[in-house]
């Protein structure tokens, strides 16, 4: 038997990367489209007409320094990047639109959720989220989500779990704003090594219930790209 050529290796792992594709797509939930906008990172369904908006990307073309790979991407029907700016002379119009978009995107009455990519700290990887680890994420959510003149309602709870292939942290809670409405918080924390992902369900209580189903879909068929290099 003739010894395998590059050539030959090169196509054979082209073949399996499209069968593998191909499983997965057979796989997904229906009504669901893979999204690969973030293949090097990460791979996700989303609801079919979903995109991902990275505005980490919008930001550097602001003249905004934000390295390459960090920063917020919003998962929704709409291209939420594009609702911050620049706005000419004259499009103030439009500007108030993206503003309306903006606020409907926080207080979840236009579906969506978001992962906030951060540069990785010692104890997170893909093979463990240590309890140091664990702990950071959820001092930057509690100081983010709980912090002064806010109202505890569900006190901020943290689950080890596997999360995209790799190991990861759920934080869950509930908030109330000084004289304002109450926030539900869902976190699923998980690192590659080099970043921290927090994929983030954030919403008033009245809207939370009704975009969970799609988070929760969602983040199920999540797969981080060094999830299988990593066993």
């Known amino acids: 038997m003739k010894p395998m050529t590059r050539t030959t290796t090169m196509l054979s792992s082209v073949v399996l990367m499209a069968l593998a594709c191909a499983v997965l797509e057979a796989q997904l939930p229906e009504g669901y489209v893979l999204n690969d906008a973030l293949k090097a990172q990460f791979t996700l369904a989303l609801p079919a007409g979903w995109m991902a ?3 980490g990307q919008r930001m550097r073309q602001l003249g905004v320094r934000i390295p390459e790979g960090f920063g917020l991407v919003y998962f929704s ?16 119009e439009q500007g108030q639109k993206s ?3 903006l606020r409907q995107i926080n207080t979840g009455e236009l579906p969506s959720f978001f992962v906030d990519r951060h540069r990785a700290e010692k104890g997170m990887s893909c093979h463990s989220l240590t309890a140091k ?3 950071k994420v959820f001092a930057m959510i509690k100081d983010s ?35 304002g409405p109450e926030w539900v918080i869902d976190v699923q924390a998980v690192s590659d090594g080099s970043v921290l992902y927090l994929f983030s369900l954030r919403n008033r209580a009245e809207n939370f219930a009704k975009n969970f189903p799609v988070y929760q879909t969602a983040m199920s068929t999540l797969r981080l790209s060094v999830a299988d290099s990593a066993r």
């Open 53 to 55: 908006s990275d505005q």
């Open 77 to 92: 029907s709409v291209n939420v990047a594009e609702a911050f700016g620049p706005f000419e002379k004259g499009q103030e």
């Open 99 to 101: 503003l309306d978009v």
């Open 133 to 135: 680890g664990s702990q």
């Open 145 to 179: 989500d709980f912090g002064k003149g806010t109202t505890t309602l569900e006190p901020l709870r943290m689950d080890s779990t596997t999360i995209g292939g790799c190991q990861g942290a759920r934080y869950r809670g509930r908030v109330q704003g000084r004289n």
